[in-house]
């Protein structure tokens, strides 16, 4: 799964230089507007994530006439500012009125020069797991964070896109981009989907949160299919409560149990393995003590084994 997660980031990056790749791509759309026409009379985000080949989505709506702000990370904007554009307005021909301009989510200015530019008719475009600089050793989702649930697990994510919206009373559109394989040939698809409008929901905080929240219900469906087209899996621990003093306790002299918070256990073909869940490193171990800890019989396991186990509180 890993490479292939990798294999299709790095595709991504080829696919966004082929023009033919483009042009052949499936579009599904939802909404009421022709976006093949680049013109919506009305305030648009356009919400994605880094799905299959997700940076086709800007240059799709670059050859529609649309004229598109790019709302990036600071990182990004950074490393790939400068070759992303130059591919998108040397490549493609786009129309008359095609534009694309990127701007970095953390300059301070940015949301004065997005209502500049939405009153030019500019659309919007984001990506909204661009989380990857969070802090991991000082995690706080207090502010602008949101908790949601996703693949069974509680997640927290930002809802900043959903306060954008509301203070430029512009709909929401999630669209996403995916390879379906056919006939042994991944062919890409860029679904768009129905847009979201504060009539939809009861109050403005509800448009804010539930709408970022149903994005990523829809991306929650698509990875159940296409789960290593996804090349976020690398840094979605930053958005758990990893709060790492929980797992540990004072060393016991009576150990009752395999401190399953913060360790686990796993085999790969012969092998045995210890598994830290907050490290994520692995430590191999023998058939023995495998099956040892397994079953919970910590009293066959010898005294000085026994003591550096229970000082690493990986027994309890």
Not at 37 to 55: K, P, V
């Amino acid at each position: 799964m890993f490479f292939e997660t990798i294999y299709c980031q790095h595709c991504s990056a080829l696919e966004q230089n082929s023009k033919e790749y483009l042009k052949n791509s499936k579009i599904i759309n939802n909404t009421k507007f022709k976006i093949i026409n680049g013109e919506i009379s009305e305030n648009i985000i356009f919400a994605t994530f880094h799905l299959g080949s997700y940076r086709t989505i800007i240059s799709y709506l670059y050859e529609c006439g649309f004229k598109v702000a790019l709302i990036i990370d600071d990182s990004v904007f950074t490393s790939q500012l400068d070759a992303f554009k130059e591919t998108v307005t040397n490549i493609l021909k786009g129309k008359i009125n095609s534009d694309l301009i990127i701007l970095n989510v953390k300059e301070r200015t940015s949301i004065i020069k997005l209502k500049q530019l939405v009153e030019n008719g500019y659309v919007m475009a984001v990506y909204l797991d661009g989380n990857s600089g969070i802090n991991v050793e000082a995690q706080n989702f207090s502010k602008n964070f949101i908790p949601i649930n996703f693949l069974n697990q509680q997640i927290n994510v930002k809802y900043g896109v959903g306060k954008l919206a509301s203070i430029l009373n512009a709909k929401i559109i999630p669209i996403l981009s995916y390879r379906v394989n056919e006939n042994e040939e991944y062919n890409n698809t860029i679904e768009i989907f129905k847009e979201i409008s504060i009539s939809d929901f009861e109050n403005k905080e509800d448009f804010e949160k539930k709408s970022i929240e149903y994005c990523y219900s829809l991306l929650e469906e698509k990875l159940l299919k296409y789960p290593t087209q996804w090349e976020c899996w690398g840094y979605i621990h930053k958005w758990f409560n990893r709060d790492i003093e929980i797992s540990f306790s004072e060393p016991s002299k009576n150990i009752t149990k395999f401190n399953s918070d913060r360790y686990n256990l796993f085999e790969v073909n012969d092998s045995n393995f210890l598994f830290d869940l907050f490290s994520y490193k692995s430590y191999p171990i023998s058939n023995e003590l495998f099956k040892l800890i397994e079953k919970q019989n910590f009293d066959k396991i010898e005294n000085n084994l026994l003591l550096e186990l229970n000082q690493k509180n990986i027994l309890i």
